[in-house]
């Protein structure tokens, strides 16, 4: 079992984490979220990530606005809302308390 | 040479090759399945469906207006499964069929996805009132097939016509551009819906008929034909009865035996094992060809085949179903029931044991599941099995 199969789970379970973080950035849509995860070990496809912005959008967590694009129909472009950045903060901190337990954890 | 299929794909049409077609069809079902539950399915469809012809318009220049079936399996492969959310599908096996009630927060905004789905009657590409036509576009299956199993169940059990009519009557008429599309629960012309009505012949039948007097016409003699047979197979149905009474012994004061609560429910029970059988044998001959993956000896065409399945399971079905009529007959005074009532209960009794069976499986039996969730795709596949045999022909 390579370490990328032992990891599916907990990366799919990160994803939320990833897809909030990128969105804070700037106003994207999704072909920009999925090149910027691309370049990492996160990436995925849109059949993953439509679902899942629906949900996020669901729970209040981003918005989108339509914006015309250059080439073809408009597109949708997602930001975080105040809750979206409330729990971005919230998960930041929660990481930096887990990636702390891991590196401490058994040295002296 | 291939065939091409032109296709609306967020409001852009793109010609594919057919087996491309085919693919992005199966995709687009298979999404749709999956997402079943999700309140805001619609618009995550609409939003691939988007994705998608984007992916499409990188592929073509002036040059190239085609997508290849080639092309639409890289495109899709890129696409990648859609998944459903690790939250929704645990409440979405948990509420089962009530598709879009669970929206209360998100209809309460401008959004246009958890819309509830209603049935209606639908008038356009109708036969007769639309009862078939709205119970396809409510449970997502071709009308078609609607129609069929009507015919179906009026030859086997008569009681299709009494249901038929009974709904006409109560099933309110979509009239409204809202109704309509609460029929079949799209708030919008999907690329899935577009395909629907182009696979089911819909735009084909309105051409057949070039004018209101050819229309009624037909119309008129498709009626006058099912009366007749309504009345032979009563006819049939009353002799049927007739040459059992003698065998039974003679009348009972009311509800006197008391074998006849035993018996009941269990001719109930093996008649609906029986119907699920005979379903499942059904719909494995309509969509692969083959009954259980057994293929049916060479020279008989599938029509032969299905006519004879269904001579098969009446052949075993025929003296259950004489069995309880005269149950009936006796267990509730006899001739103070008239035949059509008897009918009527009997297919409603069937029917519910068949329904208890049903759903018995889906709850215990997790391939039974999966079954019932691949239901619309078989569907779709035995209306084009048919609709190539009927053109082939």
Not at chain 2, 158 to 175: C, E, K, T, W
């Amino acid at each position: 079992m390579s370490l990328d199969e032992k990891f599916f789970a907990i990366k799919k379970g990160l994803l939320e984490f990833l897809v909030l973080k990128i969105v804070a950035g700037e106003k994207v849509y999704v072909a920009d979220i999925l090149r910027q995860l691309s370049e990492t070990e996160f990436s995925t496809q849109e059949g993953t990530l439509y679902p899942l912005l629906s949900k996020m959008r669901r729970e209040g967590l981003v918005d989108y606005e339509w914006k015309e694009s250059d080439a073809g129909p408009p597109r949708k472009y997602y930001e975080l809302t105040a809750k979206g950045r409330e729990h971005l903060r919230e998960t930041l901190d929660y990481w930096g308390k887990i990636s702390g337990t891991v590196k401490n954890l058994g040295q002296k | 040479m291939n065939k091409v299929i032109t296709i609306n794909l967020g409001g852009t049409a793109y010609q594919l090759e057919e087996g491309g077609f085919d693919a992005l069809r199966a995709y687009l079902d298979t999404a749709a399945a999956r997402l079943q539950g999700n309140p805001d399915r619609d618009e995550i469809i609409s939003d691939i469906e988007q994705a998608i012809g984007e992916k499409f318009r990188a592929l073509l220049n002036s040059y190239k207006t085609v997508v290849t079936a080639k092309e639409v399996s890289a495109v899709l492969a890129d696409m990648g499964p859609i998944e459903a959310e690790p939250g929704a599908t645990a409440g979405a096996a948990a509420t089962g069929t009530g598709t879009g009630s669970a929206a209360p927060e998100s209809g309460a905004t401008h959004q246009p996805g958890g819309r509830p789905k209603r049935l209606y009657r639908v008038y356009e590409g109708a036969m007769i009132s639309g009862v078939c036509n709205g119970i396809g576009a409510y449970a997502n299956i071709d009308p078609t097939l609607v129609r069929l199993a009507f015919v179906v169940l009026t030859i086997f059990w008569g009681a299709g016509i009494a249901v038929y009519f009974a709904m006409a009557i109560i099933v309110p008429s979509a009239r409204s551009p809202e109704e309509k599309a609460a029929a079949s629960g799209a708030a919008r012309f999907t690329a899935q819906e577009f395909i629907r009505r182009a696979r089911a012949g819909y735009y084909d039948a309105m051409k057949s008929f070039p004018d209101r007097h050819a229309r009624r016409e037909w119309k008129r003699r498709f009626k006058q034909e099912m009366r007749g047979w309504r009345t032979a197979f009563r006819q049939e149905a009353s002799q049927g009865a007739a040459s059992f009474r003698p065998h039974w012994p003679p009348p009972w004061t009311p509800g006197a035996h008391p074998g006849l609560g035993v018996a009941l429910p269990l001719f109930s029970l093996l008649h609906g094992t029986l119907t699920i059988i005979w379903l499942c044998a059904l719909i494995s001959l309509l969509a692969t060809g083959a009954l259980f993956g057994l293929p049916l000896p060479s020279g008989i065409p599938v029509w032969v085949g299905l006519i004879l399945l269904m001579f098969v399971f009446g052949f075993f079905a025929w003296p259950l179903k004489m069995a309880r009529r005269a149950v009936y007959y006796h267990g509730f005074g006899g001739p103070g029931w008239t035949w059509p009532f008897i009918f009527v209960v009997d297919a409603l009794v069937w029917l519910a044991f068949a329904a208890v069976l049903i759903w018995l499986a889906r709850h215990y039996l997790p391939q039974a599941r999966e079954a019932v969730h691949h239901l619309p795709a078989v569907f779709h596949e035995a209306a084009d099995n048919v609709r190539d045999w009927w053109n082939k022909k």
